[in-house]
């Protein structure tokens, strides 16, 4: 069975940090690109960190780069994202995916709640 489960989520606030995880189970996590992303209330669904497969590359949305950092655990089959410097704006539900290109196939987790209060 796939599965992507997140943790790590929480209340902080403004200028505190997190770390997110994502677990991967059911499939060849070496094999695909992981991402973060988020979606704020009434928003639509962000993405704003990706790692790919074997680290050869990261990449950030603007709104996070530089307080964001992605990194992954191939051993153990984890994503990390960690998160600081939080502010107001932080505040959505992440969720993380694996995505592999070829042969497609695309997964995501339940999500994590991360609320930054002022």
């Known amino acids: 069975e796939v599965q992507l489960v997140e943790s790590g989520g929480g209340v902080v606030q403004t200028g505190e940090s997190l770390r997110l995880s994502c677990a991967a189970a059911?499939?060849?996590?070496?094999?695909?690109?992981i991402g973060w992303f988020r979606q704020a209330p009434e928003k639509e669904r962000e993405g704003i960190s990706c790692i790919t497969s074997g680290s050869a590359a990261t990449y950030y949305a603007d709104s996070v780069k530089g307080r964001f950092t992605i990194s992954r655990d191939d051993a153990n089959d984890t994503v990390y994202l960690q998160m600081n410097n939080l502010k107001p704006e932080d505040t959505a539900v992440y969720y993380c995916?694996?995505?592999?290109?070829?042969?497609?196939?695309?997964?995501w987790g339940q999500g994590t709640q991360v609320t930054v209060s002022s």
């Open positions: 059911g499939f060849r996590f070496d094999d695909y690109n």
């Open positions: 995916n694996a995505e592999r290109f070829w042969p497609r196939e695309d997964y």
